[in-house]
């Protein structure tokens, strides 16, 4: 269990850094530059905060679950016609996670 605290002490600061900043640019280009900075740290301290949490203990269950849907990811564009229940669902998902990703770069500009 000592690897798994390890690997956690500096995986999830750096996770929770990342999301917090990726939400608090994400408030200023939402809602404006006042608003933005002004109140958009506070939402982004919650997310940047719980995926600190989660990944603090949880990163090999979230690692394993992203390898898991980029596997599906590649089975499914692979050939769509013949998975199996779990990747068809999975890859289901994945695209949709994948559209939602494309469609919050175009409404902030980035895509």
Do not use: K
């Not at 849907?69 to 996670?97: I, K, R, V, W």
């Not at 559209?99 to 902030?108: A, C, F, P, S, T």
């Amino acid at each position: 269990m000592d690897n798994v605290e390890a690997v956690g002490r500096v995986l999830a600061p750096l996770a929770g850094f990342l999301v917090f900043a990726a939400c608090w640019i994400y408030c200023i280009a939402a809602y404006g530059f006042l608003f933005g900075v002004g109140l958009g740290w506070l939402p982004s301290l919650i997310c940047g905060y719980g995926v600190l949490l989660i990944l603090f203990r949880g990163w090999p269950f979230v690692l394993a679950l992203t390898v898991l849907l980029l596997l599906s990811y590649e089975m499914g564009s692979a050939s769509q016609s013949d998975l199996s229940f779990p990747f068809d669902l999975l890859y289901t998902l994945n695209l949709q996670l994948v559209l939602l990703v494309q469609h919050w770069l175009d409404v902030v500009g980035l895509g």
